[in-house]
């Protein structure tokens, strides 16, 4: 049997998984409620379930944030990000995390469980594009990291070149169809592989390494 936790901040979206992944046998699902933060949740028992669905955007804190004080812990549960967001965004920031990838909400229910079973033998499904991208064969100059600087990806430089321009995080987000929190995780992502405090440091120097125009 394989005990699958959902966390979602939409009912819809985890009652329908629980009730898709439970048509098979061998699986069963629980849901966890909102509120999520790691002070609330100090007492949930992650380490009961083999797998963690984990939605990107849970109100005040998102996926990645949760995600990380739940490995701190040392739970045995394997955490696979669930997102309606291109997953490839942060596939490699969760893999650093020791998050076991990300998976899209639109993939059909075989895919999802497929992808599940590969996580529980310790295996990542990736597209054969993306991994192309991570061995660099497919990184432009503009893309690449100079003097111990990650690279930028894509979401990331053009939020950047939203900032330039001045617009507030939820301009950004209107423009970029994203959700605020989206943008906001996107600029911690950016101030921590640039190693700036600011907006402004992390135009300047995206600019000054190429990330941006």
């Known amino acids: 049997m394989v005990s699958i936790l959902v966390v979602d901040d939409h009912p819809a979206v985890r009652e329908g998984t629980k009730a898709i992944l439970e048509t098979e046998k061998d699986v069963k699902v629980e849901c966890l409620n909102p509120p999520y933060s790691l002070d609330s949740l100090q007492s949930f028992d992650f380490s009961v379930f083999d797998i963690i669905l984990m939605d990107l955007n849970l109100g005040d804190i998102n996926g990645m944030e949760l995600s990380s004080g739940i490995i701190s812990r040392k739970g045995d549960a394997k955490i696979i990000l669930y997102t309606g967001y291109d997953v490839e965004d942060y596939f490699e920031e969760a893999i650093r995390l020791g998050i076991h990838g990300a998976i899209s909400k639109t993939e059909t229910k075989e895919k999802i469980l497929n992808y599940i079973r ?80 600011s907006r402004t440091e992390a135009v300047l120097i995206s600019k000054s390494e190429g990330f941006i125009e």
């Open 118 to 197: 590969h996580a529980l033998n310790g295996d990542i499904i990736i597209s054969y594009q993306f991994f192309q991208s991570l061995i660099g064969k497919e990184k432009s100059p503009s893309t690449e990291a100079h003097d111990g600087i990650e690279p930028l990806n894509d979401r990331e430089r053009s939020v950047l070149q939203e900032v330039e321009k001045g617009l507030t995080n939820q301009e950004i987000a209107d423009k970029l169809h994203l959700s605020k929190r989206s943008i906001e995780y996107s600029l911690t992502s950016i101030f921590n592989k640039l190693k700036v405090g």
